[in-house]
């Protein structure tokens, strides 16, 4: 009798234990999840800023062509204004560059995702 009583504790205890374990799992995997999501969201921040930059930049620079246009000879405002071109295209490039380093990241992140939802 005393044998089958132990026998139930025990058992119980491990069912408890199992349970335990599960919800510890679950809170592991969540935290993983919310991890992943902060990562994605100051990214998108980054990328926000990085823009605004970029505006700023350009506004600069658009000033100082007209101060050019202005003050100095034609041949240079012209050079000036390829350079600024050549600028344009590098942060376009640049931008893009961007985009498709958050998508691949997306992307790569989407299965983990699945593979949590389905362990759930």
Same mark, same amino acid.
């Given at each position: 009798?005393?044998?089958?009583?132990?026998?139930? $504790? /025990?058992?119980? /205890? =491990?069912? #408890?234990?199992?349970? =335990? #374990?599960?919800? +510890?799992? *679950?809170? @592991?995997? *969540? =935290?993983? &999840? &919310? +991890? !992943?999501?902060?990562? %994605?969201? @100051? #990214?998108?921040?980054?990328?926000? $800023?990085?823009?605004?930059?970029?505006?700023?930049?350009? @506004?600069?620079?658009?000033?100082?062509?007209?101060?050019?246009?202005?003050? /100095?000879?034609?041949? $240079?405002? %012209?050079?000036?204004? @390829?350079?600024? *071109? =050549?600028?344009?295209?590098?942060?376009?490039?640049?931008?893009?560059?961007? !985009?498709? #380093?958050? $998508?691949?990241?997306?992307?790569?992140?989407?299965?983990?995702?699945?593979?949590?939802?389905? &362990?759930?």
């Amino acid at each position: 009798m005393m044998m089958m009583k132990i026998m139930m $504790i /025990m058992k119980i /205890m =491990m069912m #408890m234990m199992m349970k =335990m #374990m599960m919800m +510890m799992m *679950m809170m @592991m995997m *969540m =935290m993983l &999840l &919310l +991890m !992943m999501m902060m990562m %994605i969201m @100051m #990214m998108m921040i980054m990328m926000m $800023i990085m823009m605004v930059m970029m505006m700023m930049l350009l @506004m600069m620079m658009m000033m100082m062509m007209m101060l050019m246009m202005m003050t /100095m000879a034609m041949a $240079i405002t %012209i050079t000036m204004m @390829m350079m600024m *071109m =050549m600028m344009m295209m590098m942060m376009m490039m640049m931008m893009m560059m961007m !985009m498709l #380093m958050m $998508i691949m990241m997306m992307v790569m992140m989407s299965p983990l995702c699945t593979l949590l939802m389905t &362990l759930f």
